[in-house]
T-cell receptor, first 114, second 113 residues
Framework: EAEVAQSPRYKITEKSQAVAFWCDPI?????LYWYRQILGQGPELLVQ????????DSQLPKDRFSAERLKGVDSTLKIQPAELGDSAMYLC????????????FGPGTRLTVT | AQSVTQLDSQVPVFEEAPVELRCNYS??????LFWYVQYPNQGLQLLLK??????LVKGINGFEAEFNKSQTSFHLRKPSVHISDTAEYFC???????????FGSGTRLSIRP
């Protein structure tokens, strides 16, 4: 069964350092999402791609976060510099298209900033 | 503003007992509703979804939910829980005016033997 892949699964970094997460969606899925899930809360959308284009990045803190999906397949989310408040689970999801209601989630990357 | 509310942050139940996890959404002409389950240190898995049609929706692992438009609710139920159902459950909504899914804050289901 096809799955969304994410790496690393866990990351510990010091504040002010740069950190990057990688996501490989299910093959053929045009829409890719990055979510941030703070402990005890539901996921919150950071950025949504349709192929290589950003559809929604209204909740992405653009002063320190960036996301790209250059070839419309895999994607990278970067934080520079990391802050203590960035400690969270970062989830990637994909779906066949914008109008597709079911999103498939990866296992997530748990980030701890010290 | 569009929102999803899960009133119970934690629900403890005994094994083989029935359970109901509550979810309310902000009213809208059109809404699509979902329940996801998240096991520790894992991503989210879709349990069930309501898009249209029958208000009683059946999902995986014996769960079901009922869409109630008048009460703007989408409560999740299971007649008999198992230890393996221990997880965090998230209700989510997608409104026709926006493409993104809005998640509730989650309900932690803990099963006592």
């Amino acid at each position: 069964e096809a799955e969304v892949a994410q790496s690393p699964r866990y990351k510990i970094t010091e504040k002010s350092q740069a950190v990057a997460f990688w996501c490989d969606p299910i093959s053929g899925h045009a829409t890719l999402y990055w979510y941030r899930q703070i402990l005890g809360q539901g996921p919150e959308l950071l950025v949504q791609f349709q192929d290589e284009s950003v559809v929604d990045d209204s909740q992405l803190p653009k002063d320190r976060f960036s996301a790209e999906r250059l070839k419309g397949v895999d994607s990278t989310l970067k934080i520079q510099p990391a802050e203590l408040g960035d400690s969270a689970m970062y989830l990637c999801a994909s779906s066949q298209g914008l109008s597709e209601y079911e999103q498939y989630f990866g296992p997530g990357t748990r980030l701890t900033v010290t | 503003a569009q929102s999803v509310t899960q009133l119970d942050s934690q629900v403890p139940v005994f094994e083989e007992a029935p359970v109901e996890l509550r979810c309310n959404y902000s009213s809208s002409v059109s809404v699509y509703l979902f329940w996801y389950v998240q096991y520790p240190n894992q991503g989210l898995q879709l349990l069930l979804k309501y898009l249209s049609g029958s208000t009683l929706v059946k999902g995986i692992n014996g769960f079901e939910a009922e869409f109630n438009k008048s009460q703007t609710s989408f409560h999740l139920r299971k007649p008999s829980v198992h230890i393996s159902d221990t997880a965090e459950y998230f209700c989510a909504a997608r409104y026709s005016s926006a493409s993104k899914i809005i998640f509730g804050s989650g309900t932690r289901l803990s099963i006592r033997p």
